[in-house]
């Protein structure tokens, strides 16, 4: 691969993610000065005009309408897996025996089980693999890090998390696979808590025991599909149950001493995307908000007393991780980017035969968390990860 100018890439699945994930592979070489490039060989999905459509908007060479098909071509390096949950370790064991790079979103897989056989199959074929969590590569995440790892904050206390949004409150809203178990594996817990407990590892460490409490304030709903982003339509004449949880709410405990609190829930009404995090330490404490996602807010307790408090750092400078790349300080760049940041770090990991992060690992850990946080909720205890 280290003697190949470019990477072909496959991509299952077209929507939302699909639209995200096509961008970041366009838009990589016009920003960074990375050693491969992508070649947008063939984008897949079982509707075949709106794949078609897809495959014309997005700037693929073909489509297909099975998965399958593309496995095992010979002209594709990489199988980028943007399906729904439950067609994950399908795809990506079939892609790993291939001998495939992979990245897949999150969560990994419908359950610890199939994400184990799918970080087994990456193991043994020797291929490079990344989940998708791509609030890591925020500039403003990558700062907070950073200043974490330089001990500005010091001893760690408390992390604080919330991810809510609201798109599903109307209880006309209709039961799309993102609220069937048998398809997404979870609700709000696997669809957005997995960022937030993804975000506390990355940043902080390690869990080491939690309990939570979940919540499914909607029991049926007309059935329907999605229709691109987060948008859906349905028929009220026909109802279906809902089998995973609209909100959960978890207490932590890392093994680092810190203490956790996590909410995620689509039933908050007037959040959009309220993807937040608050860490306080004996030195200081950091807030973040996905809403305003290039802003950190800083606070250090060795400020002189009467010009403390919480400072508002516009992670923009060329001193900022990937900014750099950009625009001159103070112009924004937005969520897109993000995806061109993991991309970025996927292909300098084929490129030199080096693992990037997240990979298949942090998912493995992530799906044991978010196993655990459901045995919590329905046991009534805490349990141990």
């Keep these: 691969m280290s003697e190949k100018q470019t990477v072909s890439v496959a991509l299952i699945g077209y929507q939302f993610m699909g639209k995200a994930h096509s961008h970041a592979y366009r838009d990589l070489n016009f920003y960074f000065d990375n050693p491969l490039k992508a070649e947008l060989k063939v984008i897949v999905g079982r509707n075949e005009a709106s794949v078609k459509e897809a495959q014309e908007k997005f700037g693929f060479e073909s489509y297909e309408t099975d998965w399958r098909n593309v496995i095992?071509?010979?002209?594709?390096?990489?199988?980028?897996?943007?399906?729904?949950?439950?067609?994950?370790?399908e795809i990506a064991i079939a892609a790993a025996e291939a001998g495939k790079h992979i990245i897949t979103e999150k969560p990994l897989a419908l359950n610890v089980e199939e994400a184990k056989r799918m970080l087994e199959a990456v193991r043994k074929n020797g291929v490079k693999h990344m989940i998708c969590h791509n609030y890591r590569y925020v500039p403003a995440v990558q700062f907070a890090k950073k200043l974490i790892e330089d001990g500005k904050l010091g001893r760690i206390f408390h992390y604080r998390a919330n991810y809510l949004q609201d798109f599903i409150v109307d209880p006309n809203f209709p039961l799309v696979w993102r609220l069937k178990k048998e398809v997404s594996g979870s609700g709000a817990l696997g669809d957005i808590g997995a960022h937030s407990l993804d975000?506390?590892?990355y940043l902080i460490g390690e869990f080491d025991e939690i309990v939570a409490t979940m919540e499914t304030f909607i029991k049926e709903r007309p059935i329907g599909e999605m229709t691109g982003g987060l948008s859906a339509k349905g028929d009220t004449s026909q109802m279906g149950e809902v089998t995973v949880d609209d909100a959960v709410t978890v207490?932590?405990?890392?093994?680092?001493?810190?203490l956790g609190t996590f909410e995620a829930t689509r039933f908050a009404t007037g959040n959009r995307n309220k993807n937040k995090f608050e860490i306080n330490g004996?030195?200081?404490?950091i807030r973040w908000d996905m809403e305003h996602m290039n802003f950190l807010e800083v606070y250090f307790a060795d400020d002189e007393i009467g010009e403390q408090g919480f400072r508002l750092v516009n992670c923009t400078e060329e001193e900022h991780p990937y900014v750099g790349a950009y625009w001159p300080a103070g112009h924004i760049i937005g969520y897109e980017h993000t995806?061109?940041?993991?991309?970025?770090?996927?292909f300098r990991g084929i490129a030199s035969d080096t693992q990037p992060t997240p990979n298949f690992e942090d998912g493995v850990i992530n799906q044991r968390i978010l196993e655990a946080i459901e045995q919590s909720a329905e046991e009534k205890r805490w349990v141990k990860i």
């Design 282 to 285: 004996e030195k200081g404490s």
């Design 199 to 201: 975000l506390a590892r």
């Design 339 to 346: 995806f061109i940041h993991l991309i970025d770090a996927f």
């Design 72 to 89: 095992n071509r010979e002209d594709i390096d990489v199988i980028d897996i943007v399906t729904p949950n439950h067609t994950h370790a």
């Design 251 to 258: 207490l932590a405990r890392f093994k680092n001493g810190a």
